[in-house]
């Protein structure tokens, strides 16, 4: 722990210690030893002093909290939350107890201690830094819980108090993308990977995010930049984005290299093929997805209408009346109506011509 920090911490306890001293000189030389001990960095001589001096003042919060400093430093957090929670049960405004209660609660995945604790450190500042902390632990805290529109409401109101936090710029970006709020989302996870731009996870949630707000362009330029280190999701951001730009053969080559546990590979596959008007490999994609998931509406839909435009109005009729088989209600009618209109004009335009009438002869003068 630097100087300047272990000289905060003689600070926050000094008013503390005016009493104990009087009260007890042993445990004020315990104290004092462990104060030593901490700036030179034996944490766990220093611990044991500031046993000693629980030991003599139980109900006094310093020992607690120092134990609970050195206990962080030896790596036991178990044992160091303990300490914790008792120094803020003996003195609960205490800011530095409450936010590290809150921090390391976080690392072990109990959000709601995360929420009280670091509702109470914010209580007991007024410091800018430290509230911004506080909020965005909190944030933190309620995305982890699903609460998105509060953790939302926390994160902005921390952005405003630590404006050049790449890592609360990525919540806050995290929590408009949770509250469909796509193109602030952008804005605030752009900023963060400005920042760290070899972090991988903001890049993969900026990406989305540039889908999600219909930026295609941003989409491509992100996926294609990260080469070979695309991920199965920015893959298929990717090939999405391709899509929607109307590139469809990067869009099949794309989809392509998905692997073929990816659940949406077969349809994106298909719609890359239509739009390419590629009907043959439509028919093979469908056909494959249709054997892989016999029950998906959606393959009699897509495969009816390739069979439309392969001129096989009978082939797409039986398509769409399975899925209406499946599907029930009136969801397929109009595409059977469609393609029993087709078959009508196709017999008609294959039935020959009626044979000519024979000219009459002339009538006799």
Known sequence: MSQAITRRVFIIFAFLFLGLMAASAPAFADWEQGMKLFESKDFAGAQSEFEGVI????????????????????????????????????????????????????????????????????????????????????????????????????????????????????????????????ADAFEKLSKASAAEPTNKEYTRHLMEAASLSGNYEKTREI???????????ATELLGAAYLALKDFPKAATTFESLPDSNKDKLYNLAQSHMGAKNWAKAEATLKAWQEKSPNELKTFELLGLVYENLHKPKDALAQYQKGKELAGGDKFDKMIDRAQLAIKHAEAAAAPPPPAEEEAPPAEQ
Not at 108 to 114: D, F, L, N, P, W
Not at 118 to 129: H, P, R
Not at 223 to 233: C, F, I, T, V
């Open 55 to 182: 030991a003599q003042n139980p109900e006094h919060p310093a020992g607690y909290y120092m134990s609970a400093l050195c206990l962080i430093q030896l790596n036991k957090v178990d044992e160091a939350i303990e300490a914790l929670k008792k120094t803020v049960q003996l003195e609960p405004k205490h800011y530095d107890a409450n936010y590290k209660l809150a921090l390391f609660q976080m690392k072990k995945g109990r959000t709601a201690e995360v929420i009280q604790a670091s509702t109470a450190a914010l209580e007991n500042t007024t410091k800018d830094g430290e509230k911004g902390l506080c909020l965005k632990l909190r944030g933190a805290a309620y995305l982890k819980n699903n609460k998105s529109a509060e953790a939302k409401a926390d994160l902005d109101q921390a952005i405003q108090l630590l404006p050049n936090d790449p890592g609360l710029s990525y919540l806050a970006g995290v929590a408009s993308l949770k509250t469909k709020d796509f």
């Open 223 to 233: 996926g294609e930049g990260l080469g070979d280190q695309r991920s199965s999701e």
